[in-house]
């Protein structure tokens, strides 16, 4: 029900743009957010973008990631810009949650970035 793109190995300072398609039963309305996780380490939020276009972005990310979603074609979008060694993860999406504090109960399979010379 959410399907995740777009990771790869990319040199520190480089791009990467991740998508995450849903079901419109799913995207409707609801917050969609983007996570990601290290071996040994808790799931972490790395952005949020509600229906309406607000958003919400974890500290370590703010002025180098961009969250957008377009709407009718159900799809949110993780603009990841001067990347750095400390990205590399597994990135997530997610549907349901609240803009400020919960993740939702939809996730996605996961797509693993690396960032590495």
């Known amino acids: 029900q959410l399907q995740a793109s777009g990771g790869g190995l990319v040199q520190p300072g480089g791009s990467l743009r991740l998508s995450c398609a849903a079901s419109g039963s799913i995207f409707s309305r609801n917050v969609m957010g983007w996570y990601r996780q290290t071996p040994g380490k808790q799931r972490e939020l790395v952005a949020r973008?509600?229906?309406?276009?607000?958003?919400n972005y974890a500290d370590s990310v703010k002025g180098r990631f961009t969250i957008s979603r377009d709407n009718t074609k159900y799809t949110a979008f993780l603009q990841m810009n001067s990347l750095k060694p400390e990205d590399t993860a597994v990135y997530y999406c997610?549907?349901?949650?609240?803009?400020?504090?919960?993740?939702?109960?939809?996730w996605g399979q996961g797509t693993l970035v690396t960032v590495s010379s």
């Open positions: 973008i509600s229906s309406g276009g607000n958003i």
């Open positions: 997610n549907a349901g949650g609240s803009l400020y504090s919960t993740s939702g109960p939809y």
